[in-house]
């Protein structure tokens, strides 16, 4: 097994591709080691000292380190990790599958969130998960849409940046009802 990494504009957060599916369906976050209790795969690479945050896509994972650790001393450990996971044969998450980041939105604004919804997964998910993350949406009211950014994405230096001139624009463009985009915390 041959697992590519990839950096992220976030310098705390590394790509790795291990060359085979992740997740079937959707992203799995896991910030803390306390939330990966249902994921063998998470919990393996949280046990390397240093790492702060683990994210699944489709045919990635996302490691967050914290500032006190170089990757050079970590990142050996974390491909050990990952490769000892996918030779186990267990399964990547136990149970409930990953969320497909979307929230259920019903009322008078339904058919725009539909139209941002549509935008996010056709033109931004793509792009954030180019880059290792994710982006969940999490609400539509008054003309300010709330989004989350998960994976490399979360705490990284452009995130605003991204939001505000990137997804914003995008979606002001398409969508004239939306007058804002807000980060949220999960």
């Given at each position: 097994m041959f697992i590519q990494t990839e950096s992220t504009p976030n310098p705390a957060t590394l790509k790795f591709l291990p060359g085979q599916s992740v997740l079937d369906a959707g992203t799995a976050d896991f910030p803390t080691a306390d939330a990966a209790g249902n994921s063998p795969l998470a919990t393996r690479i949280f046990a390397v000292e240093g790492v702060t945050g683990v994210f699944f896509g489709n045919d990635f994972?996302?490691?967050?380190?914290?500032?006190?650790?170089?990757?050079?001393?970590?990142?050996?450990?974390?491909?050990?990790?990952?490769?000892?996971?996918?030779?186990?044969?267990?399964?990547?998450?136990?149970?409930?599958?990953?969320?497909?980041?979307?929230?259920?939105?019903?009322?008078?604004?339904?058919?725009?969130?539909?139209q941002i919804k549509q935008l996010l997964d056709t033109r931004v998910r793509p792009a954030v998960a180019q880059d290792g993350g994710d982006i969940t949406f999490h609400g539509f009211e008054r003309g300010v849409v709330y989004l989350h950014m998960q994976g490399a994405c979360a705490g990284c230096p452009s995130s605003t940046l991204t939001l505000k001139m990137g997804i914003e624009n995008l979606l002001r463009h398409y969508i004239p009802e939306v007058l804002e985009v807000r980060p949220v915390a999960a």
């Open positions: 994972v996302t490691v967050t380190k914290n500032d006190a650790v170089a990757w050079e001393h970590i990142k050996p450990a974390i491909l050990g990790a990952i490769m000892e996971h996918f030779q186990s044969g267990q399964p990547v998450m136990m149970g409930e599958a990953a969320d497909a980041g979307h929230a259920d939105h019903d009322g008078p604004d339904s058919d725009i969130v539909e």
